[in-house]
């Protein structure tokens, strides 16, 4: 027995939807939840410096308490002149600690880069820029030291750094020794050399704007700079970057050489302002540099060049010292207090990050309550009332395939799937038995639709809207649409795209099932029950996408009517089918369908005027009770493992034959021992329905006796064959 | 299965290599010494070589295990004057001696236990955990207990103070006499005591080692309490012979490097896991005569620190060049 | 524990206050309503030092007198921090600046600075190059040259002695070393007798200052003197001294601020021969000083008032007197 047919085409097709008469579904326009919000929050990269950022904010409300004026313009001009040694040096370190290595010689390359300068000014007299040069020079040959030992040789960062520590610092007060006095009673002036020690550019010292720009440099070195990537990867992971064809020891070698470079920068800057080196000048600075480090970056973390976290966490320190000494404090005391406050820093900091991952999988899922409506229009119609027709389905392509989420049928009658690997496979017409590979796509091919020329149209989970010619050449369409009002999460990029079908204009409707979920977990879209999907869709000629229809509940097929003049979207969770009228598409869904026996997936015309639903899974009470419970949801995803779960039937189901008015017309359910599974597609061809399964290695075929043999997909849509 | 064996012995004896190579440079650096420095080879020069770096070695005995376990400790120097710092106040206070060594070992066991609370519970690297430990010790001693920088002249007539700057036997410094013992008793400690091994199963794979249920946090804590314990001997030991307590020690920070320089030379790898007292010995050797035989030479602090450098750059390439890295599993958090 | 931290210093803070307007309190009874209420600022390179604590002691019962107040950043030995104390504190604009100079040449620029804005600077015990409107201080080329005058005429000719001296600076580039280093090389190279076997820097640590003379005692056993360029590291040496057994052999001269440890140390026969330059004497000069330039006091042809503080030496024998030394 056959699946019941209209009595002729004609009159099904001319079936008028009266969507005015339809009840209205409440989409709503922004989903807000402190728990969303929290995990949102907690999954961006900004996070990291949370801690660091907290404690900034402190210090500057604990001295603004403490302390009057200290935040004058003038008073913070001051701090500036003086901050910019300790700046560019945390700055260099990040460098060097940001590919993976670390550098304790920065205190004694700043002394000595501040001595040459001293030197070449004093002694040699030269010209401030070549004194400048000079003291460059001076930095980047102990950093090229560090490099060469550290980066081309290969040897221990730590070790090496310490020993031209040691031997640098050796060396500037052997030097320093012999040159000082002539230097501190040299009466050479210059006024540039002044200017840059002691005056003022726009209201703010020049070592400041040396800081700024060197900051902006290096943030954007790290941002925009194939340089600055390479030391990144190779801060990340050594193996992994040379393997991508960077050479890692050539990249060591030149951050280390810049972080001298910027050192020497420093030292050029102290000389200028000070005049004069004590013999004390750099100790402690690699401590005082690394603790900054530490307190910004929350750790010891290579491959990450946070230039504002760094600087954040330099200010931090650097205010607390200064503004603790300034109020009178004694130095012992104060560095005993900041000892103590980094180390709760660090601890918090620690401990933050270990558990992050743990708050943000104890917060992401988030449950709301669902109500469905009862199944109905299905009596006598339900499994237990009829035979299951799938049984008599014959396959195709058995094992040779593997989950073909979609299938379809080109005008010729070759048949098309996507497969979990990410390829679109062909079955030659007539037989359907040899299998070829039409194109390699990656992702995880879904929903397929034929375009006007003939060209497949697939939504690829994960990757977006791809387009597939029948001579294998793949085309990325679109894999991102405009980001959603007041989104902390930033939801552009297309995750889950899951269906589509193209109107009569050409124009591409297409569904992102869940916002918050991969492929992979999709089912945590279930219990958590939110509107968390969209209907996009894609102009081929003004290459637009655009969101149609935001914060659906796990908007699922799409099929354009018979007459081309409305949009049917399958509503999963809800087990319900929507409708749109593509006229006026900003008038937003109402119920064409509602309170199915299953899951509706996806929806296809039929030869007489109605459409096929495929049902992924069957509704059972109890899932339909807790769905009205998100706490007992919640509750049961944190206590429960996964397989204790309770959750939709979605192992068996079947497909549904409806009529164009919305009724349901016929059901073809699996069979309880198979061949097939979890319909989630089915596609009618010349009075033979072919069905797909998301978890089948196999395709069925079911002769459906009474059907318009002539009947095609693309003829119903196109007008062909 | 063999094959690995025998590399494993293979990198082993590499490892040792850099030991090999330093004991090759104090054994050159004795023979230049002799020949050319008036006063080196004489009995009386030995015994101040040995009562020289007696606080050297002992601090790096404690390094050593500390190292060995993977770790680093930064405020090492810190908590020797620490400890100085409070057995001084105590005695100048008028305590009796055993009462205020009681006190000073609670005060350097609560130290230690600070650091090693910090890396093993509350997770923070050794390196940065010790970083601001350090200062935290510093400050707190100097503002809290000494209320100065430095302390002068403890009271020679109190025993215990006399123990440490007196000979224990003819010819037998008591420094020197601690240092052997030190040395002796870490050797037994990290060879023969349960701790001991699990050290260096932590500095091997601290991942294994936890996994496997060895107590791999209580074990950290006793290493930091134990470097500490180290720490107040060495302090005791230097103020009673000098006289006097100084946090310039702390803020010079040659002190601390020199420790590391000790620990490093000796061959034991900063990745832990490897080495052991034998290998403290050599580097204490090598940097003991250096020193001794540099100043004979009059050279000034700065040009034996640009030589110390020197050397520890030759011995990081050499070490490097027999026993490079391996590229494919040389990871980012190797320093 | 972030907030129990803050409330130390917060405590502390409050603690800090509560004495100064106490102090306050006690001098405004017999203030001279000149200069009651002006604001004093001292830069130390480092409080906890016998020689700060000293000077501020003294300085502080002038304050009290006058009812000025007295501000303290402690910059803890680290000159780079020292810079931008002076900095803060030139903004904070202070009636005078008490500057303790760590070298000739470091703060020179902000010393002139903050006299061309007005702020009287006087600075302490090592004068820079820039000249201020006051300085108060020992003068390192007398004591150097003094020393080593009167090591020459202990080891020098005609005194059966060696001739054998060792130096231990500070360090070799600090400005007190440099000059008394520079002074007694002068004295040294009219007496060709005289041998500088060693001339190592300590880095002002004891422990240094005795590993290095036990190992210079172990090559020359002869040695006539030690000059230590400051009491404190000096304790050391002449502990290594004792050690030897040869403290009637080798003279351990020193220099410092004369408190009471020094003269237990000569007492001990650590020391021998102590120059000092009394602190607590310097830091009556220097609230002396601070009072008149509070009132306005100033060189007539506007070059420096200066006070040289005068020596005393510290040696065992007839003039020796414990209070000699002083005592905090």
Not at chain 1, 267 to 286: H, K, M, P, Y
Not at chain 3, 12 to 18: D, I, K, R, S
Request: charged share 15%; with cysteine; proline share 4%.
């Amino acid at each position: 027995m056959g699946p019941r047919f209209s009595q002729g085409k004609e009159i099904a097709l001319t079936t008028q939807i009266d969507f005015a008469s339809l009840p209205r579904v409440r989409v709503p326009r922004i989903v807000v939840s402190p728990r969303r919000i929290l995990s949102d929050v907690l999954s961006k990269g900004w996070v990291e410096s949370a801690i660091p950022f907290t404690a900034f904010i402190f210090v500057l409300i604990g001295i603004s308490i403490a302390t009057t004026g200290y935040f004058k313009p003038s008073n913070l001009a001051d701090l500036s002149q003086y901050a910019a040694d300790g700046g560019l040096t945390v700055l260099a370190l990040l460098i060097v600690v940001a590919v993976g290595g670390i550098d304790l010689s920065v205190g004694s390359n700043f002394a000595m880069s501040a001595f040459v300068s001293l030197y070449a000014f004093h002694i040699l007299g030269l010209p401030v820029w070549l004194v400048l040069i000079v003291s460059l020079v001076c930095g980047s040959l102990i950093g090229a030291i560090n490099g060469i030992l550290a980066g081309l040789v290969g040897c221990g960062a730590l070790l090496t750094t310490l020993a031209t520590m040691i031997t640098v610092r050796g060396l500037y007060t052997l030097a320093s020794q012999a040159r000082l006095v002539e230097i501190s009673t040299s009466t050479r002036s210059d006024d540039l050399w002044d200017w840059i020690g002691f005056d003022k550019l726009l209201g703010m010292p020049i070592g400041f704007w040396v800081l700024a720009i060197v900051a902006v440099l290096v943030f954007l070195m790290f941002r925009q700079s194939r340089f600055g990537w390479h030391v990144l990867a190779a801060g990340g992971n050594r193996k992994a970057a040379r393997h991508g064809g960077i050479n890692v020891k050539r990249t060591i070698f030149f951050a280390y050489i810049l972080a001298g470079l910027i050192v020497g920068l420093a030292g050029f800057l102290f000389a200028a302002r000070q005049n004069s080196v004590g013999s004390d000048t750099g100790i402690g600075f690699e401590f005082a540099a690394l603790t900054a480090l530490v307190v910004g970056l929350g750790g010891f973390v290579p491959g990450r060049g946070a230039v504002v976290s760094v600087l954040i966490g330099f200010v931090t320190i650097y205010l607390l010292t200064n503004a603790m000494i300034n109020s009178g404090l004694r130095g012992d005391f104060v560095q005993f207090a900041l000892g103590s406050i980094i180390a709760v820093i660090l601890a918090i900091d620690v401990k933050f990050r270990k558990n992050r991952h743990r708050l943000l999988a104890s917060t992401y899922l988030d449950p709301v309550a669902l109500g469905i409506e009862p199944a109905k229009g299905v009596d006598g119609l339900m499994p237990h009332a009829i035979a299951p027709k799938l049984k008599h389905a014959t396959l195709i392509g058995s094992g040779q395939v593997d989950g073909p989420e979609d299938v379809i049928l080109d005008s010729d009658g070759n048949l098309y799937c996507g497969t979990r690997d990410g390829r679109i496979m062909r079955f030659a017409a007539p037989d359907l038995t040899k299998v070829s590979l039409l194109a390699k796509i990656g992702g995880r091919p879904l929903g397929l639709a034929f375009d006007a020329e003939e060209r497949i149209v697939t939504c690829v989970a994960g990757m977006g809207l791809l387009r597939v010619s029948l001579d294998g050449k793949v085309e990325l369409l679109t894999d991102q649409t405009d980001r959603s009002l007041f989104s902390v999460y930033d939801d552009t990029t297309i995750r889950m795209a899951d269906d589509l079908d193209i109107a009569p204009d050409g124009a591409i409707y297409f569904t992102d099932a869940t916002k918050r979920y991969d492929i992979g977990n999709w089912g945590l879209d279930l219990l958590e029950a939110r509107p968390n999907g969209r209907l996009l869709s894609y102009d081929p000629k003004s290459r637009k996408t655009k969101t149609v229809c935001d914060n659906l509940i796990f908007p699922n097929g799409v099929c354009v009517t018979h007459d081309g003049g409305h949009l049917l979207v399958a509503s999963t969770w809800t087990c319900s089918i929507l409708i749109f009228d593509l006229k006026n598409m900003a008038a937003g869904p109402r119920v064409f369908l509602s309170g199915l026996p299953g899951y509706p997936d996806n929806i296809n015309r039929a030869s007489d005027g109605g459409y096929w639903i495929a049902l992924a899974g069957m509704r059972n009470p109890v899932l339909d009770e807790i769905m009205t419970m998100p706490g007992l949801r919640r509750r049961m995803t944190k206590r429960v493992p996964p397989t204790n779960w309770l959750f939709g039937n979605l192992n068996i189901g079947g497909v549904l034959k409806i009529d164009g008015a919305g009724h349901i017309r016929d059901a073809l359910w699996d069979a309880p021992d198979g061949p097939l599974y979890m319909i989630t597609s089915m596609r009618e061809h010349k009075g033979v329905l072919y069905l797909g399964g998301v978890t089948n290695n196999k395709i069925g075929r079911l002769v459906l006796p009474g059907a318009n043999p002539a009947w095609t997909g693309p003829g119903s849509y196109w007008k062909k064959a | 299965m063999a094959e690995a064996l025998h590399q494993g012995k293979g990198t082993r004896r590499n490892g040792s290599l850099l030991e090999y190579v330093v004991i090759g440079v104090t054994v050159a650096a004795i023979i230049l010494f002799s020949i050319f420095v008036n006063g080196f080879a004489t009995l009386g020069n030995l015994r101040v070589v040995a009562s020289n770096s007696a606080a050297l070695m002992i601090l790096s005995c404690g390094m050593g295990v500390v190292v060995i376990s993977r770790g680093l400790d930064l405020s090492l120097i810190a908590a020797m004057v620490a400890g100085a710092t409070t057995f001084g106040v105590l005695i100048s206070a008028g305590y009796s001696g055993p009462l205020a060594i009681g006190l000073t070992l609670i005060t350097a066991i609560i130290v230690g236990a600070v650091n090693g609370i910090l890396i093993a519970y509350l997770e923070i690297s050794a390196m940065l955990a010790t970083l601001a430990s350090a200062m935290v010790f510093t400050g707190f001693f100097r503002f809290f207990v000494l209320r100065g920088e430095y302390l002068l002249m403890l009271p020679k007539t109190n025993p215990a103070v006399m123990l440490f700057s007196t000979d224990l036997l003819p010819g037998l410094a008591t420094p020197v006499a601690l240092m052997i013992i030190t040395f002796v008793v870490s050797w037994l400690l990290l060879r023969y005591t349960t701790p001991g091994r699990i050290t260096y199963a932590i500095g091997d794979n601290f991942q294994a080692a936890r996994l496997t249920g060895l107590s791999v946090r209580p074990t950290t804590v006793m290493i930091y309490v134990f470097a500490a314990l180290t720490a107040l001997l060495a302090g005791l030991i230097t103020s009673s012979a000098s006289g006097a307590v100084d946090f310039r020690t702390v803020t010079n920070g040659s002190l601390l490097f020199e420790v590391i320089l000790v620990v490093v030379l000796g061959g034991i790898p900063l990745r832990g896991g490897r080495g052991g007292m034998r290998n403290i010995l050599v580097g204490v050797a090598l940097i003991a005569v250096l020193r001794n035989g540099m100043t004979l030479f009059d050279f000034s602090s700065q040009t034996q620190d640009v030589l110390k450098g020197l050397v520890l750059v030759v011995a990081i390439v050499t070490d490097n060049y027999f026993n490079p890295r391996d590229t494919e599993t040389d990871t980012v958090g190797d320093l | 524990m972030l907030s129990r931290m803050k409330k130390t210093m917060l405590t502390a803070a409050t603690g800090m206050t509560l004495c100064a307007a106490l102090a306050l309190g006690v001098g405004t009874a017999q203030a001279d309503p000149n200069i009651s209420g002006k604001k004093v600022i001292f830069v130390p390179i480092s409080m906890g030092i016998s020689l700060t604590e000293g000077w501020l002691r003294r300085m502080k019962e002038h304050a009290a007198i006058y009812g000025y107040s007295i501000d303290v950043r402690d910059a803890a030995f680290n000159t780079g921090a020292m810079s931008e104390l002076l900095a803060k504190a030139i903004s904070d604009k202070p009636d005078v600046l008490v500057v303790h100079n760590p070298t000739v040449q470091l703060l020179a620029r902000q010393i002139k600075q903050a006299e061309s804005q007005g702020i009287k600077v006087l600075q302490l015990n090592l004068q820079s190059n820039q000249p201020s409107t006051a300085f108060v201080g020992a003068n390192w080329t007398r004591i150097g040259t003094e020393i080593a005058e009167d090591i020459v005429k202990e080891c020098g000719a005609g005194s059966g002695k060696s001739g054998k001296v060792s130096i231990i600076p500070g360090q070799l580039t600090a400005a007190d070393s440099v000059m008394m280093n520079e002074a007694a090389f002068k004295v040294f190279a009219k007496h060709p007798e005289i041998k500088v076997v060693s001339n190592q820097a300590s880095d002002w640590e004891p422990e240094k200052a005795r590993q290095i003379t036990a190992t210079v005692l172990q090559q020359n056993p002869d040695l006539c003197a030690i000059f230590g360029h400051w009491d404190v590291h000096t304790m050391g040496a002449g502990k290594a001294v004792k050690e030897a057994h040869l403290e009637d052999k080798v003279i351990v001269y020193a220099t410092g601020g004369g408190d009471d440890a020094t003269c237990q140390a000569v007492e001990d026969k650590i020391l021998d021969r102590v120059w000092s330059y009394d602190a607590d004497g310097q830091g009556r000069d220097a609230g002396t000083m601070i009072d008149v330039l509070l009132q306005g006091g100033a060189a007539a042809d506007h070059t420096m008032l200066k006070i040289e503080s005068p020596m005393k030496i510290i040696k065992l024998g007839p003039t020796y007197n414990r209070n000699l030394c002083w005592k905090m």
